[in-house]
């Protein structure tokens, strides 16, 4: 079975989301393939090469796929799919923009948010923001998929590289037009990639209180998160937001501050490894899902917790 | 201008599904149903930029059972003008490509300037439907928007992307998906809820649009998600770290 990862980078680094899909790439062929499409991106090129189990990588450098617009991105996808049997990539914002589209151009009804290889044409999902799970199985000759990158353990990079092909077609359907980004940067860990993240929610009361869990994040190298209350109180950036509709994660550790623990909340950070849970409501929800659960005021514990912690 | 706004009938965001005995699908039977959130979200944003003046009629259209004409009623009355209900078997569950294709069919006829919807139902929670219509369609696509600005030829939308926002800017027609920050609908009036009643609603079935929505993919079964061992409560600070280090192991 022939597999194709589309890959997310940054023209030098491939984005760690897309090794947690060749992970699950590897699992369902034993050839993958990498499209690394962009502009001016030879390098991460070459980096995708060193990834492990990559066969092949395949490179579309050229100036309309710059920014990886889907209208531009899909018809590239298009062309190659037919020597597919799966064409993969992260379940991100990027990877959700584009998979669809690509997909509808070949006839393809695509799965998102794969958590589960059952078989070759079986699959797991969360539908109904993760209340239950669907097992679904695809009748489509290509099966375009998402995949969480929670759900799949991370691949390595390698000291041999894999063969990188040029395609010289450049498709571009000249309808969009890339503006800007207004990406938020940070010193702090991506939440999608933080081995320990603190979240907030309601509880926190303002924004500025949210400086205490920010300290009590640096001391772990950890990551700040928040609730969509906490968000939609104007606590935290949108970007910061976990949840079904936000950031799906899965830390090692994640600790829930103030926070009540909404079925919406719960769906993107459930599949923590460990969870605690500090409230002074001890009737929360939050309490359900964690392994420890602390009944106490935040604002007592949570700097007693960053003078005692020792990492 | 005219712009066609797509809706969907889902269980309602307050209502906790649980799978169906035999576990061959959701049980739906009895269950409050609403106009999927992110889709109330799209046609508010039609009706503000009908009360800004950018644009002249608002279309809906849904892909349902008969009954879809609750929630088409309910974006009538939040201020579109006339719909079209796209009617199929309730049992019928109709996937994204499915859907795209229809869609694709209601544009050609329709000829809108500009496109919106949910970026995704609360059911399904595919994230799809948008970007398989603007392929088929052949549409630039604005998806996960948070901001659009109209002018007559363009649309500039930002879009809620990891680690932040992005913008682009399309050329129209394009379609356009909605996040959650878009907008905050607001709650019909009686008086629109009544007017809303007189408004027209077109009926079609997929097969007069020449579109084969049988579904690609199966389902095998639908299951709760397997559940969490049952935490502890520790009482201070000392034993929640004690625990952490000797128990969890991950400090």
């Known amino acids: 079975m022939n597999v194709l990862v589309i890959s997310e980078h940054n023209n030098n680094e491939i984005k760690e989301s897309t090794m947690h899909a060749v992970a699950a790439a590897c699992k369902l062929g034993n050839s993958v393939d990498l499209l690394v499409a962009g502009f001016n991106c030879s390098i991460a090129a070459t980096n995708g090469a060193k990834i492990e189990g990559i066969t092949r990588v395949l490179l579309a450098d050229s100036e309309p796929y710059e920014n990886q617009l889907a209208e531009n991105i899909a018809p590239l996808i298009q062309q190659i799919a037919p020597e597919y049997s799966y064409v993969l990539m992260a379940a991100t914002t990027t990877g959700k923009n584009i998979i669809p589209r690509a997909a509808a151009l070949v006839d393809s009804q695509p799965m998102s948010d794969i958590i589960s290889i059952v078989n070759e044409d079986t699959f797991k999902r969360p539908i109904y923001a993760g209340n239950v799970i669907a097992t679904i199985q695809s009748s489509d000759k290509i099966k375009f998929m998402t995949v969480r990158t929670t759900a799949f353990e991370s691949v390595l990079k390698k000291s041999s590289s894999a063969p990188i092909e040029a395609i010289e077609e450049s498709f571009d359907l000249e309808k969009s037009e890339f503006v800007k980004n207004d990406i938020a940067s940070s010193e702090r860990p991506e939440l999608t990639s933080a081995r320990v993240i603190i979240s907030g929610g309601r509880g926190m009361l303002n924004e500025q209180n949210f400086k205490l869990l920010e300290d009590l994040a640096d001391k772990f190298g950890g990551a700040v998160g928040a609730s969509r209350a906490a968000v939609d109180s104007g606590f935290a950036p949108n970007d910061m937001q976990v949840g079904q509709t936000g950031k799906i994660v899965a830390p090692d550790l994640y600790i829930a501050v103030g926070i009540s623990g909404a079925i919406q909340h719960l769906a993107g950070m459930k599949e923590s490894k460990v969870i605690v849970a500090i409230n002074k409501d001890p009737e929360a929800p939050i309490f359900k899902a964690a392994d420890y659960g602390l009944v106490a005021d935040l604002f007592d514990v949570i700097p007693e917790l960053e003078e005692k912690l020792i990492v | ?251």
């Open chain 2, 1 to 251: 201008m005219k712009v066609l706004v797509s809706v969907k009938r889902v269980v309602d965001y307050n209502v906790k599904v649980s799978p169906k005995d035999d576990n061959s699908g959701v049980n739906l039977n009895n269950l409050k149903m609403s106009l999927n959130p992110f889709c109330e979200i799209a046609v508010e944003e039609a009706v503000r930029l009908k009360e800004k003046g950018v644009i002249e009629e608002i279309v809906v259209v849904s892909i349902g059972p008969q009954e879809a004409q609750e929630q088409i009623r309910a974006a009538l009355a939040i201020g579109a003008d006339r719909a079209i209900l796209i009617k199929v078997e309730s049992d019928l569950e109709i996937q994204p490509l499915g859907i795209a294709k229809c869609l694709k069919e209601v544009f050609d006829q329709e000829k809108p300037d500009l496109v919106l919807m949910g970026k995704q139902s609360i059911d399904g929670d595919n994230n799809q439907t948008g970007q398989m219509f603007a392929a088929l369609a052949n549409l630039p696509q604005g998806t996960f928007a948070s901001e659009l600005t109209i002018n007559p030829t363009h649309v500039t939308v930002t879009r809620e992307v990891d680690g932040g926002f992005q913008t682009l800017r399309l050329t129209l027609p394009a379609v356009i998906t909605s996040d959650l920050r878009l907008n905050e609908p607001r709650y019909a009036s009686l008086p629109n809820i009544m007017k809303a009643k007189k408004k027209p609603i077109d009926e079609i079935t997929p097969e007069e649009l020449g579109v084969d929505v049988s579904p690609r993919i199966t389902v095998v079964s639908v299951d709760f998600p397997p559940d969490r061992p049952e935490g502890i409560k520790v009482s201070s600070v000392d034993e929640l770290l004690e625990k952490l280090k000797n128990e969890a192991k991950v400090i």
